[in-house]
């Protein structure tokens, strides 16, 4: 849980969480999910409402579960 901290991006070792299921940024400053996201074998939800997203992922929205 990383919501309402302020933060504008995710570090580049978030990457390494892989047993992570939940990734809830919401409520910060983030522009763009990073790429690596697709490289969570177990993600099941991701929550960046309220932010100020210019840019997602190539294929996030072909990721399932």
């Not at 299921?21 to 996201?37: F, G, H, M, T, W």
């Not at 697709?38 to 929205?61: A, D, E, I």
């Amino acid at each position: 849980f990383c919501g309402t901290n302020e933060i504008s991006s995710l570090p580049e070792s978030f990457s390494h969480l892989t047993s992570l299921e939940v990734l809830d940024c919401s409520r910060n400053q983030v522009k763009e999910i990073p790429d690596e996201i697709k490289n969570l074998p177990n993600l099941k939800m991701v929550f960046y409402s309220f932010n100020p997203l210019s840019t997602m992922p190539k294929g996030f929205s072909d990721l399932s579960k």
